[in-house]
């Protein structure tokens, strides 16, 4: 632990370890100059995989497959339920079987342009490449995809792409890859290679000589505190937009993991980066305690419109007309006239902002007055019920189940909601954080999707760092330090550790004051969805991070727990996870008031054009803004990570 | 609307349990009714009492997690509807609605609402998935599927894992899950090679594990939050006495 800390008082250098060599050649040299464990040696190596969603379940297999001996971690009562469950739409790949001009460069090209030139060249490229490969992996795993009556996969388009490149299973997507990884998971428990831990949830990250050597772990049944040692530890932990309380966010989705390893040293990278996506179902009362994503797919028939003007929103909201009242000539459907070329199908950013934006102006169709329509009418007019119910039927119904409302009749109705987050851990272009043998995976790290992330993109580079990434850069650092590297958990660093977080928790147990997780929780949500969700600007950002600082105090005097910590308290699980919200939000709000440009989903008010387009500052912001923790109450230490295009050239985003 | 519970609250897998009364006003019909939960613990919370324990994640109705048997039926009164997706609108002003968890012996409870459903993983491990390593596939168009199989098979891989179908069965049986897994693979020519000692690998397994036997009486389908079909029961009847006659396998 000192050494470490000694390393940071001298600085330090973010290497992206990006490959020297033409773009698409560097995965490839790469991976050839990359050290081998031989495969009599791999089973003298452990690995931790924390979280078992898609990035973690494919890494454990993959590993595990490779002869490493895995140790797989989740919080679910199975990994079958981590998060990567719910994704909808689909997972891209560039395979060009459409023959619609999709190629590996267009899907980078894509990446790089819909991410706002705010991710590296070199990563983006590799994840383009290997897209390819996991369809065939899926596809041999039984994953059931979509077909045309040939017999062929079935393709779609997906919100800012002008290619039919998304693969898909109904409108789960997601659930069929991630049973696919879970089936893959399984068989190497099965083959002994993989020791589950479900109901674990990481309570902290282990760092002795410099190098990650195991976490500590609460089980959440018996509340035993535990320690594991390895000689690599990977965070497959997904996002944190849970910070912000009311997401499309599982329950139980956090950043503690990730956090308590930035706390001790990891360094975040690009944390106010989040996304809305613009097709949720709208907020209804004050119990609600999440929000339910309608898939982006629907955008591709649905037509996006609100009434022209206030006078008639206002006769909408108090129930006196409804949507199909509205004639022609009074609707506006703002994407398709603010952006023909594009129309419904602009990046998420741009649709949730624009959105907000006429809800602002009083032109919203909920009672709450935050609500847009998408409406399936003329979709269902040209192609016929039937056609829309076949490739939306599960969708309509889900709609249908939570508002009680018949979308082949009325349009749905829709507002943004936080969906994704595109900053988390920083890592290089191997996937390792500045903490030599800790990894992140999937959406717990910042490195593919920029300032904003394309469609059905998400499972891939979950998948992508799982199955075809960390096999082959996870060898090269074990190679390096050999099987003897590695500390028992009866080391000093280990004790220490699992003490803090008893420490920890028993304090939180003993503060016995008024307000309970929860209400902090949904506190903090307002302040960060008011302040720092679709739009922000420097005045409000500094408001917030004073009020953040005031619930933090409040939340360490105040909170209201029952239970012990010797069982199972769903309570006491959500306190230590708000705990981290908390300081993570603080966190968010400096990083988006350092970034004095807009770019993807962070839209700085004071940063945009005259008619309300974001504007990006290239030359003094092309960079990866990675935190470093450097204590309780004090400031974070900015580092910069000066983003190389040595490709594409960087053009205004433009989707009219 | 006024809501009374009864929910069965047990400490935890060595204590016995009992149902306790709750009385909830002002629930709204657009709550869940995991939120009507969130309500109650809430108020718990503030009394000093300790909150109801229940499982619950994604609350879309895909993650499986949420288990609560209500009013007799799991997931409650709604066809296709998982805990998480029911809304209060279904229940009436005035309505007594009695809360249990998961009863079945392979699913002991672990606390309040919350049971222990590692079997269904231990299922899975014991042969569902087709052997095929990372980076060893052909190309994914090369081999042809049907669409009417594709789609059958998805039909079966909807399985969510939540156990409702146990929890349904007079018997306790594993049969809808089990056969929702060997069906999926089973119909797909990617499955072809293990057919066999998948099905006999799962069918022995979930026999291992205490789950009662199937009398294809058919309410697991029923309430089955995803619809599955007892057709998927009647192959792997089918897989499993084909591997019986013809296989080495044990």
């Known amino acids: ?124 490229h590799r994840l383009a490449e290997v897209s390819v490969n996991i369809i065939d992996q899926c596809v041999a795993q039984g994953v059931p995809f979509a077909r045309e009556y040939g017999g062929a996969l079935a393709n779609r388009s997906f919100g800012g792409s002008q290619v039919s490149r998304t ?55 018996t509340g035993k505190i535990e320690s594991h040692s390895a000689h690599a530890v990977l965070l497959c932990t997904g996002g944190y937009g849970n910070v912000f309380y009311l997401s499309t966010n599982a329950m139980g989705s956090n950043v503690t993991a990730a956090w308590r390893a930035h706390k001790k040293g990891a360094l975040f990278a690009n944390p106010c980066f989040t996304q809305i996506h613009p097709t949720c179902i709208p907020v209804k009362g004050n119990y609600q305690s999440k929000l ?142 500045n903490i030599p043998g800790l990894y992140a995976l999937g959406e717990a790290n910042f490195s593919d999707h920029g300032a904003n992330r394309l469609g059905a993109s998400a499972l891939m580079q979950g998948l992508a760092d799982g199955y075809f990434v960390i096999p082959y850069t996870l060898g090269d650092y074990l190679a390096s330090i050999g099987s003897a590297d590695k500390i028992a958990t009866t080391h000093a660093a280990f004790k220490e550790a699992e003490q803090n977080v008893q420490n920890t928790i028993t304090r939180m147990l003993s503060i016995k004051g008024e307000k ?67 300081e993570l939000g603080e966190l968010m709000v400096d990083d988006a008031l350092n970034r004095n440009e807009s770019c993807g989903g962070h839209f700085r008010e004071e940063y945009s054009t005259e008619d309300g387009e974001a504007k990006r500052d290239d030359e003094n912001y092309t960079y990866v803004a990675a935190w470093q923790y450097k204590g309780p109450n004090q400031p974070e230490e900015l580092h910069k990570e000066k983003l190389v295009f040595e490709t594409v050239k960087l053009t205004q985003r433009s989707y009219k | 609307m006024n809501i009374a519970l009864k929910v069965w609250r047990q400490k935890n897998s060595q204590t016995p349990g009992k149902m306790v009364d709750y009385k909830l006003s002002d629930v709204s019909p657009d709550m869940s009714f995991l939120e009507m939960f969130d309500v109650l613990n809430e108020d718990l919370s503030h009394k000093g009492e300790e909150p109801v324990a229940f499982d619950h994640d994604c609350r879309e109705g895909i993650c499986g997690s949420c288990s609560m048997y209500i009013n007799g039926r799991p997931h409650g009164p709604q066809t296709g509807t998982t805990t998480c997706q029911l809304h209060m609108r279904s229940f009436n002003d005035g309505d007594t609605i009695v809360v249990e968890p998961w009863r079945a012996r392979a699913f002991p409870v672990i606390k309040d609402l919350v049971v222990d459903r590692d079997a269904f993983d231990r299922i899975v491990q014991a042969g569902g998935y087709v052997s095929v390593n990372t980076g060893s ?98 192959r792997l009847n089918r897989e499993y006495l084909g591997a019986k006659l013809t296989s080495n396998n044990a």
């Open chain 1, 1 to 124: 632990m000192l050494d470490v800390l000694e390393e940071k008082e001298t600085g330090i250098k973010l290497e992206s370890k990006i490959p020297e060599g033409p773009l698409a050649e560097k995965w490839a040299r790469h991976k050839f100059n990359l050290k081998l464990v031989n495969p009599a040696n791999k089973r003298k190596f452990e690995v931790i995989v924390v979280g078992t969603g898609l990035a973690g379940a494919s890494a454990a297999a993959a590993l595990a497959e490779l002869g490493y001996n895995v140790k797989a971690f989740c919080f679910q009562d199975s990994p079958r339920r981590a998060h990567s469950i719910a994704a909808q739409g689909g997972i891209n790949a560039a395979k060009n079987y459409q023959n619609d001009g999709d190629s590996i460069f267009r899907l980078f090209y894509d990446t790089i342009k819909g991410g706002d030139y705010r991710a590296r060249e070199g990563n983006v």
């Open chain 1, 167 to 221: 693969f898909y299973a109904r409108g789960q997507t997601g659930q069929q890859l991630l049973l696919g990884a879970y089936s893959a998971l399984s068989r190497q428990v099965a083959n002994g290679k993989v020791k589950l831990f479900p109901r674990t949830e990481m309570l902290d990250l282990v760092i002795e000589g410099g190098k990650a050597r195991g976490i500590i772990t609460r089980n959440l049944i």
């Open chain 1, 292 to 433: 339910t994503l309608m898939s982006e797919s629907l955008r591709n028939d649905g037509r996006v419109w609100v009434p022209k003007t206030k006078e008639i929103a206002e006769k909408v909201r108090k129930g006196e007309i409804k949507a199909k009242d509205i004639k022609e000539e009074d609707r506006d459907y703002f994407l398709e006239r603010r952006y023909p070329s594009f129309g419904n199908l602009v990046p998420r950013d741009v649709a949730s902002r624009n959105a907000k934006t006429v809800c602002d102006e009083g032109r919203g169709v909920a009672p709450t007055g935050l609500a847009v329509y998408l409406d399936f009418a003329d979709a269902i007019k040209r192609d016929g019920k039937k056609v829309i119910e076949a490739k939306y039927g599960n969708l309509f119904e889900m709609y249908e189940k939570i508002v009680d409302d018949d979308p082949y009749e009325t349009p749905m109705k829709i507002y943004p909601a936080v969906h994704y987050t595109m900053g988390g851990l920083w890592v290089d272009y191997n996937l390792m954080t």
């Open chain 1, 516 to 582: 309970t997780a929860e209400e902090f929780h949904r506190q903090l949500g307002h302040i960060m969805w008011e302040y720092c969700g679709m739009a922000r600007n420097a005045e409000g950002l500094t408001k917030a991070k004073k009020m953040i600082q005031d619930l933090r105090r409040e939340f360490w005097s105040n909170l209201r727990l029952s239970g012990s910590d010797l069982e199972l308290n769903p309570a006491l699980e959500q306190a230590s996870r708000v705990a981290d919200f908390i």
């Open chain 2, 137 to 234: 596939a052909p190309d994914a168009n090369e081999i042809l599927i049907p669409r009417e199989t594709a789609d059958e098979a998805m039909d079966a891989a909807q399985c969510i894992g939540c156990g409702a179908c146990v929890a349904a069965c007079k018997n306790a049986s594993a049969m809808l899950f089990v056969a929702a897994k060997v069906s999926h693979l089973a119909v797909l020519p990617q499955g072809q090679a293990e057919h066999q000692m998948r099905a006999e690998r799962m069918v022995a397994q979930m026999d291992a594990e205490g789950f009662g036997a199937c009398s294809f009486t058919g309410a697991c389908s029923v309430e089955c939050p995803k619809s599955i079909s007892l057709d998927h029961i009647a």
